[in-house]
């Protein structure tokens, strides 16, 4: 089961937060972890970092989205994704290979505690979710099984 949420903008408070709570950082399973810091985090990256972090996104296009899968320090794993529209999506997958009614119950109580610690606006949970590189994305409905909260309305 993925659980997401929503920040209107890559804050480098909130990721920091995210990361050191969250990731694994002394075996993170990709090394562009470190690419991700100091482009999002520390505002320090090189030109290096930002070509490592090119090879995540999913077309060609600068604008395109992109996710860092990365190991989790007590989930089953971590996800950090910046989006084509430069808002920042933070996930955490919780193990559930029997699909039990339990995991929904912790999906729901994940999301919810993620959305107060990094005050996001909504969140969104499925089996196999993939990360939303877009509002569009976010929004499709497909294989979301729960949804909280709603992403506020563009400005004209």
């Known amino acids: 089961m993925d659980v997401y949420v929503w920040l209107p903008r890559p804050d480098a408070g909130l990721l920091h937060q995210f990361i050191e709570r ?7 399973g990709d090394d ?3 690419a991700f810091s100091r482009v999002y985090v520390e505002n320090a990256a090189s030109d290096d970092d930002r070509a490592a972090l090119a090879d995540l996104r999913r077309g060609d296009a600068l604008g395109d989205g992109f996710s860092l899968y990365v190991k989790a320090r007590t989930h089953y ?4 994704t910046i989006t084509r ?8 997958s919780i ?3 029997d699909g039990s009614a339990h995991v929904q119950l912790q999906a729901r109580a994940l999301i919810e505690h993620l959305r107060a610690e990094f ?3 909504a969140g969104c949970a499925g089996v196999e979710l993939a990360p939303p ?3 569009q994305e976010w929004e499709d409905d497909g294989l979301v099984q729960i949804r909280v909260g709603q992403l506020h309305q563009k400005a004209p």
């Not at 529209?85 to 955490?92: K, M, N, T």
């Open 22 to 28: 969250y990731v694994n950082r002394e075996d993170p």
């Open 32 to 34: 562009r972890l470190a």
């Open 77 to 80: 794993g971590a996800i950090l």
């Open 85 to 92: 529209e430069g808002a920042a999506v933070l996930g955490l």
């Open 95 to 97: 193990d559930d290979p």
């Open 119 to 121: 005050a996001s606006p």
């Open 133 to 135: 590189h877009s509002r």
